[in-house]
């Protein structure tokens, strides 16, 4: 029977149990919403400024109202 090492030993005994388990794949994902994306979100805020849905919408708008005007001339 083989022995194993101290790292297969910490593997089962945290992820291989149910119980153990599954509170922890639910707060991983809670816990990364909550504060690393969090932290993040001003960064998100500055990259994605004017590239929104209304924002582009209104390009759209525009574009359309532009090529109505040409087609009537």
């Known amino acids: 029977m083989s022995n194993p090492n101290f790292w297969t030993t910490v593997l089962n ?7 153990i388990r599954i509170p922890i794949v ?3 994902p809670i816990v990364f919403n909550k ?5 993040f979100e001003p960064l998100f805020q500055q990259w994605n400024a004017g590239h929104n849905q209304r924002d582009i919408w209104d390009r759209l708008e525009g ?3 532009l090529m109505l005007e040409e087609e009537a001339v």
């Open 13 to 19: 005994w945290t992820f291989a149990r149910g119980y």
């Open 26 to 28: 639910f707060t991983i």
């Open 35 to 39: 504060y690393a994306l969090h932290q």
């Open 63 to 65: 574009k359309v109202a």
